[in-house]
């Protein structure tokens, strides 16, 4: 006998994973690794016997819940499913699948639709961080197909504009969490940047890459995955989260100058395979360092344009992540002030995943929260 819980099955930005309400799973959470990992077909690095993609970035997890803030229409909890090891790490949160919590949220009735568009405020659980997602809702219904097109997904869909508020200090509370714009970590110089994500930063150059390598050169080379794996359980330390050998923050950047009409060259590490395309949360981070004199990344950025909100570019292996960045005035040095983005999201598929009763005992599938 197996037990059915309602999802979502959506993609959101250059991700994929389920959507659940917090109320259709059990109330005790110590029950949420074994639901998910099922759901998944985790641990298996083909997940034939769940809805995983076999990657990192297609077995993803969001719980949305009506948030107890005043400041915020949604509660927004991310859960990373591991592929290949019986795990889920709740530590990061996720941009991409941000992308899909609006149209969730008014789909499943969360949030009222609004004709037009319909603004959506969106807590980050994982990190506190506040966004607010724009949604288009013409006649009061979610808007999936449109003409924008996001590299790293296939076809084109709506605009969805995500505002993040809160980036800086995401989760040490500082945007340089050991004060310093640059450190050595095993001889390499890095930037160690705490801005919607956690994560350090080094030249491409400095451990024999190019900076312009597709994800799969990236993944054959087990000695580089070594190297930088130790130098990111040192930053982890110094950045004050603790040892975190086994979890997947703080993320990696390598990068190098542009070579196409962008402002910086960056592949991404999440951490343990190079992401295909790029993650937003992390982009920010970069987007934060690039703009800070004496970080690694500071030299190698070609200088945005002039006004206050200007677009900044990320290059990575299929193509360029956008940011509109809202900077402020001269006398600052034309810091960020806050970073937005266009997404897209498609709801692929709604009704229930099937979790085996050896995982959800029956008698524990009916104890959901409320």
């Not at 005043?70 to 699948?97: I, K, L």
């Not at 607010?132 to 296939?154: K, L, S």
């Not at 949360?281 to 360092?289: F, H, V």
């Not at 690039?290 to 677009?311: F, I």
Request: charge should be negative; glycine fraction near 12%.
């Amino acid at each position: 006998m197996q037990s059915a819980i309602p999802a979502i099955f959506m993609r959101g930005g250059t991700s994929r994973g389920l959507y659940f309400n917090e109320a259709d799973l059990p109330a005790d959470r110590a029950l949420w690794d074994g639901i998910l990992l099922a759901a998944f077909g985790s641990p298996d690095p083909r997940q034939v016997d769940g809805v995983g993609g076999t990657t990192s970035v297609t077995s993803k997890t969001c719980i949305i819940s009506p948030s107890d803030r005043d400041d915020c229409d949604v509660d927004y909890f991310f859960a990373q499913v591991s592929v290949d090891q019986a795990s889920v790490d709740y530590g990061p949160t996720c941009g991409n699948m941000l992308s899909g919590v609006g149209p969730y949220a008014i789909e499943t009735g969360l949030v009222a639709a609004e004709d037009g568009e319909t603004r959506v405020r969106i807590h980050q659980v994982n990190t506190g961080g506040l966004v607010e997602a724009v949604i288009q809702t013409p006649g009061g219904h979610v808007e999936f197909e449109g003409d924008v097109a996001i590299d790293g997904a296939p076809g084109t869909g709506a605009p969805i504009l995500l505002n993040f508020m809160q980036a800086i200090g995401s989760y040490t509370g500082k945007l340089f969490p050991t004060g310093n714009t640059m450190e050595q970590i095993d001889g390499i110089d890095v930037t160690l940047v705490d801005a919607a994500m956690p994560v350090m930063i080094l030249r491409a150059a400095d451990v024999g890459k190019t900076g312009y390598e597709s994800a799969a050169e990236l993944n054959d080379d087990a000695a580089f995955f070594a190297r930088v794996e130790a130098m990111r359980r040192e930053a982890g330390e110094r950045m004050g989260l603790g040892d975190v050998s086994g979890k997947v923050v703080p993320k990696i950047i390598i990068a190098a100058p542009p070579r196409a009409d962008g402002h910086i060259a960056s592949r991404y590490f999440v951490p343990d395979q190079a992401h295909e395309t790029h993650a937003i949360t992390g982009g920010i981070a970069l987007a934060y360092a690039c703009q800070a004199a004496g970080t690694v990344v500071h030299p190698l950025t070609r200088p945005l344009d002039a006004g206050e909100r200007p677009m900044f570019s990320i290059e990575h292996p299929v193509g360029q992540l956008h940011l509109a960045l809202t900077l402020g005035d001269e006398e600052s040095g034309r810091q960020i002030v806050a970073a937005g983005i266009i997404r897209t999201a498609r709801m692929i598929m709604q009704g229930s995943v099937m979790i085996p009763e050896r995982v959800l005992p029956r008698e524990k599938a009916q104890a959901h929260s409320g």
